[in-house]
């Protein structure tokens, strides 16, 4: 549930950017939905591989 509030709330936050540069609202939703999602997953992927080699206990 986190997951799709997160990437709902970056979709928006998107949309509103877009639409005060007056650019497309779904494509600026779309576009800062993706870089955070893509960047979540990188952060979780650095973790998990910590977690994996020891550095930290999870």
Do not use: D, P, Q
Not at 26 to 50: D, N
């Amino acid at each position: 549930m986190a997951i799709g509030i997160s990437i709902t709330a970056s979709f928006i936050v998107g949309a509103i950017k877009s639409r005060m540069a007056e650019t497309g609202i779904v494509k600026g939703g779309l576009e800062m939905a993706g870089l955070g999602t893509g960047v979540a997953l990188i952060g979780f992927g650095i973790g998990s591989e910590l977690a994996n080699l020891g550095i930290i206990n999870v």
